[in-house]
């Protein structure tokens, strides 16, 4: 289906806003050029942004905020994420989403009620201190001794065993030379799922209230992973308001209600112990109905087609 991009760029002069924001000012970057041109006529432009909006707030934004607030008439930002408090006003889309379902859409149905031999999934690439904290309590306390992980913290490098890691990423040099390489980053690898019971889940964006929903959530759903996520608090809340369906009725879910960083991971690394300790076969059983509606609702044309019209009209009414 097509994204918002898309439908937007029929009707909008569309610039993209990581292209624009290293250039604000330069007259001889031929992409400024053509913005400030559009703004001098009076067109009406959209600064869309396929990445997480909050990697700005890591970034000199001054005179790019004030470029948009100067011009809420003629600019009206569309990007990736929920951020009540950003210096400027956006929409938030969700093309990344129709992005993994059509990289993932022939992803059959896995059957996890069966016996694994391996506890947990984690995986990560950018350092965070959250995700150091996390990985080392549940290291300490043994949670991920019959685990599949691995991450990069400098020069402290784990690996996937090579039976877990995308064909590409085997070879440790390609792998650091492209860590993004998206067929390795974006589409399911069935063994990682097959081969464990459940996920842990390290969010791109840590802090409260601020949302973001990446391939590292859109993975399990498909999968129909049960996983405990290491995100802002009230991101649980927020998949609900998606039509998402989470496990507060069968595993302790009340990490995403506390706000303070330090007690959410150790409440996290509770729910992991709890996990450990539950009959996976069963819980999967029990959990059918959810994690079947969860993975239905990621594919479900109709519903993404509901919120990208959401989304068009959201602008619409924004720039009148």
């Known amino acids: 289906m097509q994204k918002v991009k898309g439908h937007l760029s029929k009707k909008y002069r569309l610039f993209d806003l990581e292209d624009l924001s290293g250039h604000i000012g330069n007259e001889k970057h031929d992409n400024m050029q053509q913005f400030e041109k559009c703004l001098s006529t009076n067109e009406k432009i959209i600064l869309y942004h396929s990445e997480n909006i909050d990697f700005y707030n890591t970034r000199n934004i001054v005179q790019l905020s004030s470029l948009i607030n100067d011009n809420l008439d003629k600019i009206c930002v569309v990007a990736h994420g929920v951020n009540k408090n950003f210096p400027f006003p956006f929409i938030n889309h969700f093309d990344f989403w129709i992005e993994i379902k059509n990289r993932n859409n022939l992803v059959p149905v896995f059957d996890h009620s069966k016996d694994k031999s391996k506890d947990f999934l984690l995986t990560y690439r950018r350092q965070t201190d959250a995700r150091s904290q996390l990985r080392k309590m549940l290291e300490h306390k ?52 097959n081969g464990t019971k459940f996920s842990i889940v390290p969010e791109t964006v840590e802090t409260n209230n601020i949302f973001c929903l990446s391939e590292k959530t859109f993975k399990p759903i498909i999968a129909g992973h049960i996983s405990v996520y290491l995100a802002g608090a009230g991101y649980l809340k927020y998949l609900r308001s998606l039509g998402f369906k989470t496990f507060s009725n069968y595993i302790d879910e009340s990490y995403d209600e506390e706000l303070d960083l330090t007690k959410r991971i150790q409440k996290i690394s509770d729910t992991c112990c709890q996990l450990l300790q539950t009959d996976h076969k069963k819980l999967y059983r029990d959990l059918a109905s959810v994690t079947m509606h969860n993975r239905n609702l990621f594919f479900q044309n109709e519903h993404l087609s509901k919120l990208n019209t959401h989304i068009i009209n959201q602008v619409e009414l924004y720039f009148k």
């Open 142 to 193: 043994g949670y991920l001794e019959n685990s599949v992980y691995s991450f990069i913290e400098g020069e402290n490098v784990r690996h996937l065993p090579a039976e877990y890691e995308h064909e590409k990423f085997i070879d440790p040099e390609f792998k650091k030379q492209h860590e993004y390489h998206e067929p390795a980053i974006w589409n399911i690898i069935p063994k990682q799922f």
